[in-house]
């Protein structure tokens, strides 16, 4: 029986490692597809962009957040 090694375990519960190394959460716009325009505005864009620009992403963010 080690003392020692009986905290560390208990340190360790309730803490996913995922949720500790990961750097950012994964918000509802990165499951989103590009689809050729702002998923927020609509304003027309290229095939590989979801949001003309950052406040687009992050109020479609905020809206998803608070519309479930
Ligand atoms: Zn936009």
Redesign the pocket.
């Known amino acids: 029986m080690d003392p020692i090694q009986e905290s560390v375990q208990d340190d360790n519960t309730g803490v996913p490692p995922a949720v500790a190394t990961s750097p950012a959460p994964l918000r509802a716009r990165q499951s989103l597809p590009p689809k050729g325009a702002?998923?927020?505005?609509?304003?027309p864009?290229d095939n590989v962009r979801r949001?003309?620009?950052k406040?687009?992403?992050d109020a479609f963010d905020e809206e998803k957040e608070y519309t479930r």
């Not at 702002?38 to 304003?43: I, N, P, T």
């Open positions: 702002c998923w927020y505005c609509d304003k864009l949001f003309c620009d406040e687009c992403a």
